[in-house]
């Protein structure tokens, strides 16, 4: 792959990487798209890395369907499908990760102690190895993003990574491969993400300034579903994932929140704008 990318850059190409886990959904394939259009050649990566899991996580029953992804993948014009195995990224004995401080220690790095030490090793390495011009990331996972953006700055990388909107189904839940853990009742349930965002939304808009009594909202609607348990509803500032007491200027509404055994993710932004 390496060796195959260096061919690609010394002919001028431009090279876009689309890092995932597999399982690929429309959010996933938006950003294929985007890559496709904005370069001469679109990599996607499909690698379940066992290092953002912790012990008593999903990394064993996480969802694989690679027959079905490659054939996504192919029909949407992706050029290179990359789905090494975990001994050639780690290969033993492994003693080298990539941690980006602070932007990692609020928000999901509680509840997941070590997750984005593992994202960031492994888009890292991904990056090493694809040599890409742009990286395609969701906003679903809006820490993710954050911290993979400073990690090329702060390690002059030279690949500009691109965030692209939330995909969602139609009653707002946010498109994820873990859906597919959902059973019906918990899919119902778990519209309740996006409808607690929508409210913290709607209470900003009226004028309400006050992130405790935001929550509390939240809180409240979100327990009425009886298969939810809330992990963490926060409002942070949207660069430094501050905690905020009045929600102004860039703003990102997050929340985690698990659905029976199923831990989701979701937020929202908003913009200095929207206060008006
Ligand atoms: O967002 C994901 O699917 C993963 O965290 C990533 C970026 C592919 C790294 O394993």
Known sequence: MQEYSRCLRRQGKRIGLVPTMGYLHEGHLSLVRRSVRENDKTVVSVFVNPMQFGPREDFKKYPRAFKRDE???????????????????????????????YLTEPLCDRSRPGHFRG???VVAKLFNITTPDSAYFGRKDAQQAAVIKKMAVDLNMGI?????????EKGGLAMSSRNAYLSEEERRDAAVLYEALALAKGMI?????SSGEIKDAMRGLIR????????????VNEDTFKNISRPTGKVLIALAVYIGRTRLIDNIRL??????
């Open 71 to 101: 054939e996504m993948l192919r029909r949407s014009g992706v050029d290179v499908l990359f789905y090494p195995s975990s001994k050639a990224v780690y290969p033993e004995p492994y003693y080298t990760t990539v941690n980006v401080e």
């Open 205 to 209: 808009k009226k004028g309400r300034r």
């Open 119 to 121: 994202v960031t090793t």
């Open 224 to 235: 009425k579903k009886k298969t939810a348990k809330i992990d963490y509803i926060e409002i």
């Open 271 to 276: 913009k200095a704008g929207y206060y008006q």
């Open 160 to 168: 500009k990574i691109v965030t692209m909107p939330i995909v969602r």
